[in-house]
């Protein structure tokens, strides 16, 4: 009999959301535990089978079970909001050969509120985001056929993220990509009601939607270091 595919069980949703209305360290160090084996556990085996099946689906992605799923404590030093716990679990699946924080990569996260599995570069340094408006300004036919193919529409709908409302400086305002080299971040994903991680639809879409987004996610990646 098949393994059946991993995903999430209702008590993530019911902890998450728990979690947002007492954002405590005194509710939740007594909780501990059950946020380990009802949250991070199911994400752990998420990972874990995503490791095995990416190879084929796409061996430049960097499945590391040991370091894709995000602490779920937040770093409260500089911001107004003190609370201290993150109220989602997410993971994040960089790009071979290239630092984990830098290029374009695949993600997704589970919250109270919804699913998001997407993928793309979100913010990209000024040196890496001029090499890919160069790479687009030469490769614009071939980035214009991936998001706007059918199946990708079909999945995520189209290229977003924010965008600057001029062409930047030193390339054609006229040229043929021009709404693609306004682009400052480049993202694509779909938004799922949250209790869709708990259904056996979740991995499989987990899937479905990495593949999608994964020509995209390539297509960016190739004039940084690394790239292919």
Not at 72 to 80: A, E, S, V
Not at 187 to 216: D, H, N
Request: proline share 9%.
């Amino acid at each position: 009999m098949a393994k059946p595919a991993p995903k999430f069980g209702p008590e993530a949703l019911k902890f998450l959301r728990a979690l947002k209305r007492n954002n405590r360290r005194e509710w939740f160090q007594p909780r501990k535990e059950q946020y380990e084996r009802d949250v991070r556990a199911p994400m752990q085996a998420i990972v874990e089978q995503l490791a095995i099946d990416m190879r084929a689906l796409a061996p430049e992605v960097v499945v590391d079970p040991k370091k894709a799923i995000f602490r779920i404590y937040r770093d409260t030093r500089f911001g107004d909001d003190k609370t201290p716990y993150k109220t989602n679990i997410a993971a994040s699946f960089g790009w071979r050969g290239l630092p984990r924080w830098e290029g374009a990569g695949l993600y997704f996260q589970l919250s109270h509120e919804d699913v998001w599995i997407g993928g793309g570069m979100y913010q990209p340094p000024t040196p890496l985001l001029q090499k890919v408006r160069e790479h687009i300004v030469d490769n614009h036919r071939r980035l214009r056929s991936i998001v706007e193919s059918a199946g990708f529409k079909r999945v995520v709908g189209k290229l977003e993220g924010e965008t600057l409302q001029r062409v930047p400086r030193g390339f054609d305002p006229e040229h043929p990509a021009a709404e693609f080299l306004r682009h400052r971040q480049f993202l694509a994903g779909r938004e799922l009601p949250p209790t869709i991680s708990s259904s056996a639809r979740f991995y499989p879409t987990l899937i479905e939607t990495f593949k999608t987004i994964v020509p995209v996610v390539r297509f960016l990646n190739e004039p940084l270091k690394g790239g292919r």
